[in-house]
């Protein structure tokens, strides 16, 4: 029997045991993969198997990265067009794989054309089912989140996907330590009130709803991108937001004006050095009112406000806001966690925090996380 008679190939819709991870539409004929971190995982007992992947982008390409047994394998560009990747062949056929199949890079929001779908298998074996991890847990973020410099040398300075890591990224290697499965919903540059620049446009809250609402273009819209994210499917035990390290930015560079309308908008320090408190006012509402927005549709949900790997100039301004937030809800189910800073030994690509600085990140929210996740599942 030729080798390739032995591969019998499947629709993606009729995998048996496919578990996919992160948030998505309800298809799989084809699976599109937005966010940072979405996967799709297999357990797999066979010597060899493939998936077909289909890409689009104008500027941004995706790249995904191969986990078997729990181990990176492989990392790779996905181009443009549909082809056949090769997952693993020659192994033996009488073991059982446990394979992740990781989108390493970011929902692009500035490539309306960018998408990454899987539409089929081709594999000589049989499929397992696929346990769930004793957790769950979403992190909301920016450029840290998204793993932005946390693979590449330290003297990489373009801002290109290849420069994107979930693997080697804090929130992947602190679901792990919490036996946890996880979510990431994040951009690079954005922030909970305005992007980096001071554009209003750019805050992660008011597209949180959605499926990835950030996307553009003809074709992501009609995959649903702007749907309502179906929140009981998924109910996570922890919500982590890792934003402000924009908002700060917002203080010390230039206003943004609307190309458009000519709106300005501009996050203001006095002459002496301090931040405009009426700005601080508009931010530390922000916070507050997207804690409310999370607490909605994540009612079970433990909430922390982790932040600080790029310094922690916010930290005043979101500690107040959480505890307004507590006060004024009556909701004590919220912390803030102070991540260690990134220093020059921990540095990565593009001036971003590198492996090593998400390691020790992962290391301490972690044991944040764990007795207070202990706790709630106790009390359950």
Same mark, same amino acid.
């Not at 993606?12 to 991870?21: G, T, Y």
């Not at 941004?60 to 067009?81: K, L, N």
């Not at 690509?349 to 990140?361: D, I, N, T, V, Y």
């Given at each position: ?193 305005? *992007?980096?620049? &001071?554009?209003?446009?750019?805050? +992660? @809250?008011?597209?949180? !709803?959605?499926?990835? #609402?950030?996307? /553009? ?112 809800? *009556?909701?004590? &189910?919220?912390?803030?966690?102070? +991540? @260690?800073?990134?220093? !020059?030994?921990?540095? #990565?690509?593009? /001036? ?29």
């Amino acid at each position: 029997m030729k080798r390739s008679d032995r591969l019998k190939t499947l629709a993606l819709s009729e995998v048996p045991h496919l578990k996919v991870h992160g948030r998505t539409t309800d298809s799989l004929s084809p699976l599109t993969l937005f966010w940072t971190g979405s996967a799709l995982e297999f357990n797999a007992r066979g010597s060899e198997l493939w998936v077909e992947v289909e890409a689009d982008y104008d500027a941004y390409e995706p790249w995904v990265s191969i986990v078997i047994d729990s181990v990176p394998v492989s990392r790779q560009m996905v181009t443009a067009g549909t082809h056949w990747l090769c997952v693993f062949r020659g192994m033996n056929g009488n073991v059982v794989k446990n394979v992740r199949i990781v989108k390493d890079t970011q929902a692009m929001s500035g490539d309306p054309n960018g998408f990454l779908q899987f539409r089929a298998v081709r594999f000589d074996g049989q499929f397992l089912p696929v346990e769930d991890n004793s957790r769950k847990i979403e992190f909301i973020g920016d450029s840290i989140t998204s793993g932005e410099g946390a693979i590449g040398a330290r003297s990489e300075e373009d801002w290109i996907p290849m420069w994107f890591s979930a693997i080697r990224n804090y929130a992947a290697m602190t679901a792990e330590a919490l036996d946890a499965d996880y979510r990431i919903v994040s951009q690079s540059g954005w922030g909970v009130l305005t *992007g980096w620049d &001071n554009n209003p446009r750019c805050n +992660l @809250p008011q597209y949180y !709803e959605q499926v990835c #609402g950030l996307l /553009s273009g003809e074709k992501n819209e009609a995959m649903g991108v702007h749907r309502r994210n179906d929140f009981a499917s998924w109910p996570p035990d922890a919500v982590v937001v890792n934003l402000g390290t924009n908002d700060g930015s917002a203080f010390r560079t230039p206003e943004w004006r609307d190309p458009v309308t000519g709106e300005t908008r501009k996050q203001r320090m006095n002459e002496d050095g301090t931040y405009h408190q009426e700005d601080l006012n508009v931010l530390e509402q922000a916070i507050q009112s997207f804690l409310h927005k999370l607490r909605a549709c994540n009612p079970r949900a433990h909430l922390v406000w982790a932040y600080g790997m790029l310094g922690d100039p916010m930290m005043p301004a979101i500690r107040r806001a959480v505890e307004s937030y507590a006060e004024q809800s *009556g909701d004590r &189910n919220v912390s803030v966690y102070p +991540l @260690p800073p990134m220093t !020059e030994e921990t540095t #990565g690509a593009r /001036s971003h925090p590198g492996a090593k600085a998400h390691e020790l990140a992962a290391e301490r929210l972690a044991g944040h996380l764990e007795p207070i996740l202990s706790q709630m599942q106790a009390l359950r």
